[in-house]
Every structure is written in C-alpha cells, then in structure tokens.
C-alpha cells in the first residue's frame, strides 16, 4: 500500500519532525538518535522507519550507503551559521 500525505504527516507528528530547512542541528541529531528517520530491526536490518523498507542487510550494504550518502553531500548546500552546532 502506498505512503499517503496524512502517513508522513501522522510520522512527523509522532516524531515531532518539523521542517528541516530551518531546524537546529542539534534538533537533527536528536531525531537521528531517536530513529525518527532509520532503525535496526531485530535481525540487525538497517530499515526506513516510515515505510519499513529495508534499506541495508550487512556491513558492506551499508558501506555502499554510506558511500551514495557521501557523494550527496560533496552537492548539498552548506548550513548557516545560526542553525549550526560547531
């Protein structure tokens, strides 16, 4: 079945998510933390909190994600000051 608006948005009201483009780091990390976005299931699966999709079944899975993930960044833009935590 399909992710519909009102499940992102009863996700984001459980995990008091707001709009990221104006969201502390140390805001971000706590989400992160508390697995807001990711989470290791029982049989040790790194999965997509909202739709459960496994994203990764092992360390080189996830080496490979981590990867994509870093060549995202070299893209994305640089965060401003006030909204900084370093």
Known sequence: MPITREDI???YD????TQL??????DYRELVSGHS???Q???????HTLSE?????????LDVLIEQLQ?????MNDVP??????
């Open 37 to 39: 976005f990711f989470f």
């Open 71 to 75: 060549a995202f960044r070299k893209i």
């Open 81 to 86: 000051e006030w909204l900084s935590d370093k």
């Open 21 to 26: 483009d104006d969201l502390h780091t140390t």
């Open 9 to 11: 948005q009863a996700h």
């Open 14 to 17: 459980y995990h008091n998510i």
């Open 53 to 61: 999709e496994i994203l990764a079944t092992n360390k080189e899975q």
């Open 41 to 47: 299931d029982t049989g040790g699966n790194l999965r």
